[in-house]
T-cell receptor, first 109, second 116 residues
């Protein structure tokens, strides 16, 4: 069945460090891929998306590229800020949404 | 504009009680989804409505779970005879068009349900 696997957290970085959160997927078709972010006590917010192979989604300095050959959608940011501290969820959408288990990011000043 | 609104934000119930959770989607959104999010996990799909029609309820864990959206707007998720394993955050999401493919979903802040 369809599924998403994310790297386990927490990930702890210093401000201005480079961020990578790995995400791989398994799908029977050709899904759309998403990254959502969840701040404490809040619901999920869409961060970025990509709808087909080789698409790059980007928002607020975050980027992810839909890699069909490696079935991956890794999230990257060149310079993280304290305000980026949150839980990040990778998700695929074909007939329904499947979410990864989330990766908690802690950014220290 | 207003986002997806869920109420109550927190609900504590004793085992065996019935609970009802409410979701107000973004106005005009056709599709509505319910998810269950256990602590430290990602959301897991429960059910999907297109307007008032419940098109997919494959994720409902048991017949104690029931969802409705009678007028194609507000939705209620009801859990009967609650059990401790029902403790979780219940998230509601809506999207603008029909179908689920390729559309981002807009999430509410969730209802945290604790069963004692």
């Amino acid at each position: 069945g369809d599924s998403v696997t994310q790297m386990e957290g927490p990930v702890t970085l210093s401000e201005e460090a480079f961020l990578t959160i790995n995400c791989t997927y398994t799908a029977t078709g050709y899904p759309s891929l998403f990254w959502y972010v969840q701040y404490p006590g809040e619901g999920l917010q869409l961060l970025l998306k990509a709808t087909k192979a080789d698409d790059k989604g980007s928002n607020k300095g975050f980027e992810a590229t839909y890699r069909k050959e490696t079935t991956s959608f890794h999230l990257e940011k060149g310079s993280v800020q304290v305000s980026d501290s949150a839980v990040y969820f990778c998700a695929l959408n074909f007939n329904k949404f499947y979410f990864g288990s989330g990766t908690k990011l802690n950014v220290k000043p | 504009g207003a986002g997806v609104s869920q109420s109550p934000r927190y609900k504590v119930a004793k085992r065996g009680q019935d609970v009802a959770l409410r979701c107000d989607p973004i106005s005009g959104h056709v599709s509505l989804f319910w998810y269950q999010q256990a602590l430290g996990q990602g959301p897991e799909f429960l059910t999907y409505f297109q307007n008032e029609a419940q098109l997919d309820k494959s994720g409902l864990p048991s017949d104690r779970f029931f969802a409705e959206r009678p007028e194609g707007s507000v939705s209620t998720l009801k859990i009967q005879r609650t059990q401790q394993e029902d403790s979780a955050v219940y998230l509601c999401a809506s999207s603008e068009r029909t179908g689920t493919f390729n559309q981002p979903q807009h999430f509410g802040d969730g209802t945290r349900l604790s069963i004692l």
